[in-house]
């Protein structure tokens, strides 16, 4: 049995074809308390729901009274209606933006912390 050997050579096919780029990262970890990580939750405050929810009631309300000729007391009731959907459509608002202010400053906070 006649066996050959065979010289096997690897070439690239040309200089530029793999570029490897070795990138430095740094992980840093924070301890937080568990108040500090519920604050953190602000960003998605259930007041942000409400505000939603109000703002759609009072523009239900407003375009109803509107566009549609309403008789009895139905106008008084659909304008006291939009009236504290407004309100709560104001109030809702300023409770989010307060809500994510303060987690904001939380974030804030943590990460100002020196590293131990």
Known sequence: MDQKQQQLEVRPASPDDVTIVYVRRT??????????LSDLGGSSSIHWGFFGVAFGAALAF????????????????????????????????????????????RIKQIRQRPAD
Not at 27 to 36: A, C, G, I, P
Not at 62 to 75: A, E
Request: charged share 15%; net charge positive.
């Open 27 to 36: 992980v840093r970890m924070y301890n937080v308390f568990e108040t500090e």
């Open 62 to 105: 407003g375009v109803t009274l509107l566009t549609v000729h309403l008789d009895g007391k139905l106008p008084s009731i659909f304008t006291g209606l939009f009236a504290v959907s407004a309100l709560s459509t104001v109030y809702f608002l300023a409770m989010g933006i307060r809500d994510q202010l303060r987690a904001r400053a």
